[in-house]
């Protein structure tokens, strides 16, 4: 891998840990599907107190659907396949547009100290994240 996509994607690794995000990639709609069918059918059988007790099986049936399934969003990138690092890495450079640098000590030093620069990679990061991976992207308390 070149050295500038690599230095692109630790970048993004960076900025995603230190904002503590995590990925649901692919899976949380059917832990959602679960909990909403299963207070869907509670509530037919059992009115309100059926929506309840539904919603709540439902609900402890998607965690365990969907246990292990959510990552740490520099996993994810780490994880992507070499084109897909490359398409994100063309979308992070549009952004850096003549900025240039060294090592990736240096552009995360760059990046880390201008605000608008890091909400506008994190933006995109985020963006390329939730469009191609169809994930859900979530921030950790």
């Known amino acids: 891998m070149p050295p500038r996509i690599d230095d692109v ?3 993004c690794c960076e900025l995603s840990a230190n904002q503590q995000v995590k990925t649901a990639v692919k899976q949380s709609g059917k832990g959602a599907a679960a909990a909403g069918g299963l207070a869907f ?3 037919l059988i059992g009115g309100p107190l059926g929506i309840a007790v539904g919603g709540a099986v439902g609900g402890l049936i ?3 659907m969907t246990s292990g399934q959510f990552k740490a969003l520099p ?4 994880e992507l396949t070499p084109d897909q690092q490359r398409r994100l890495c063309e979308d992070i450079v549009t952004i850096l547009g003549s900025i240039t640098w060294t090592d990736v000590a240096q552009l995360t030093a760059l990046v880390m100290g201008n605000a608008t620069l890091q909400q506008q990679v994190t933006a995109a990061l985020l963006s390329y994240i939730q469009k191609e991976l169809q994930a859900e992207v979530h921030y950790v308390d």
Do not use: R, T
């Open 9 to 11: 994607m630790k970048l």
């Open 62 to 64: 998607g965690c365990w």
């Open 75 to 78: 996993q994810v990138i780490m």
């Open 41 to 43: 059918a509670g509530g």
